[in-house]
């Protein structure tokens, strides 16, 4: 935790922006929306506020089968933009997209840019998201992706939120060190040259993760790739509203944490186990060590999360948040494994089951 901490602080390894590219490029921003008609217009409010030439950009939403007013609430949102923007009803699969995949299939084949840019429904980009994105684009360099934070009302949202900050900042730990780890769906650059060479979501296997399976086709084909973690790509997501839910969106991301390299799910098998270190330690009649064994991790956690919080760009966290989020990431990590293992195969996403 110290050496994470150390090397988030000091960023060895973060790569350097390069100068825009000239004249300034156009750009596709695709998001897909299913029963979104609630998160939806603060999403597209903020893709109105970028700091980029409108003419310069284009907006494609996909209405995935939406049972609300997705598409009603979009085109209010969207009257008037001067920039170019589409609204597309999505009926069908191509190949084997499904879901998610399938939307982003659908937006990318009606993309007119040689950038797109992903982002949820539920997020909120930064004005400076556009040029700060394309700044890390240098040739060579398939995906870019950029930082979202947590950020609502209430304890839960909180404990997400620090959730997210720190897991983010390992990850980019880890990506600096020279591992490639994920991508973001929510807040991602994608070059078409890069998505061409993989075929398209329509050509890769089904995965409910499907940034990290597009990621990994992307880096197979021999491209690079930039993860950042400032504040000029700091998007903010919308926190899940309930535990439930919360259980279902981590359910859905082990997923992805099933197809990375063996010695990194070591390591989050390894820091995920903590607790049960200490509980060792007590039933072995050692309470002292016990005790001093989690209040090493809780400083440990505090010290990531205001290194964190200061690259980002972001306040100084409660310190006395620290110790709830200990007992959330407990009550999280036991929830998570016995829905693994006793709860029902596939997860849900947007009321459809998957595999």
């Known amino acids: 935790m110290a050496y994470a901490t150390w090397r988030l602080a000091t960023r060895r390894g973060a790569a350097a922006p390069a100068a825009l590219p000239t004249p300034a490029p156009r750009v596709s921003i695709l998001v897909a929306a299913r029963n979104e008609e609630a998160a939806l217009p603060r999403c597209l409010a903020s893709l109105r506020a970028l700091d980029y030439p409108a003419e310069l950009v284009e907006i494609l939403v996909g209405d995935d089968a939406s049972t609300d007013r997705t598409r009603a609430v979009a085109e209010a949102a969207l009257a008037g933009y001067s920039g170019d923007y589409q609204i597309i009803s999505i009926i069908e699969n191509l190949g084997q997209a499904r879901g998610k995949a399938n939307v982003l299939a659908h937006l990318a084949r009606a993309a007119q840019a040689e950038y797109l840019l992903i982002t949820d429904a539920d997020i909120a980009v930064p004005p400076t998201w556009v040029p700060a994105m394309l700044a890390h684009a240098a040739p060579g360099v398939g995906t870019v992706t950029g930082l979202t934070v947590v950020a609502g009302p209430g304890w839960l949202a909180r404990l997400q939120g620090l959730d997210w900050l720190m897991s983010l900042a ?180 947007k009321g459809r089951q998957y595999q």
């Open 170 to 349: 390992l990850i980019q730990v880890g990506t600096e060190a020279g591992q490639p780890m994920t991508a973001m769906g929510n807040n991602m650059l994608i070059t078409r040259a890069a998505y061409r060479a993989t075929g398209g979501y329509e050509a890769l296997p089904f995965s409910v993760t499907e940034d990290f399976a597009l990621f990994e086709a992307v880096n197979a084909q021999g491209f690079g790739y930039r993860q950042l973690f400032e504040p000029a790509v700091r998007a903010v997501s919308l926190p899940t509203g309930s535990w439930g839910a919360l259980v279902r969106q981590r359910l859905r991301w082990l997923r992805g944490v099933a197809a990375l390299p063996w010695h990194v799910q070591a390591g989050l098998i390894f820091f995920s186990g903590y607790w049960l270190a200490a509980l060792g330690l007590a039933v072995a009649g050692r309470p002292g060590l016990a005790l001093a064994a989690l209040a090493l991790k809780i400083i440990g956690h505090y010290a990531l999360a205001r290194a964190a919080s200061h690259r980002a760009g972001l306040p100084r966290p409660a310190w006395w948040l620290l110790p709830a989020f200990e007992i959330y990431s407990l009550v999280l990590t036991t929830h998570l494994t016995l829905a693994r293992f006793l709860g029902r195969r596939g997860v849900e996403w």
